[in-house]
């Protein structure tokens, strides 16, 4: 799989089964792997690549590499402000948010 912009969900999503499974190093390389074909397939800012953004830095957080984690998220949050949406359009909200208590120097 990969190569194509259709399999760029399938791969962020198949990323969630495992991070669920607490295979959460497996779940950043399918990430990685989103991600690669996103910025090959998609526009400059995309919705696909805010989720992947702020997923990976979830999944960074949960590997204890804190630097890498808000370096995603903040590339994720500006992209998903330069694209107009709002934090509740988004379907990690409550991951983000709760990131974010974390990590309130996040944006700043």
Request: charged share 35%; with cysteine; aromatic share 10%.
């Amino acid at each position: 799989m990969g190569g194509l912009k259709e399999s760029i969900l399938a791969l962020k999503n198949y990323s969630f089964c495992y991070k669920e499974k607490r295979a959460f190093e497996e779940a950043i390389n399918l990430l990685l792997k989103a991600k690669r074909d996103a910025d090959i397939e998609l526009k400059d800012d995309h919705k696909w690549k805010v989720m992947i953004e702020t997923q990976l830095a979830d999944l960074y957080n949960c590997v204890g590499r804190a630097e890498e984690a808000k370096e995603a998220m903040t590339k994720g949050l500006e992209m998903n402000k330069r694209l107009g949406w709002y934090l509740r359009q988004l379907a990690n909200k409550f991951e983000i948010r709760k990131f974010l208590k974390c990590y309130p120097d996040t944006l700043n």
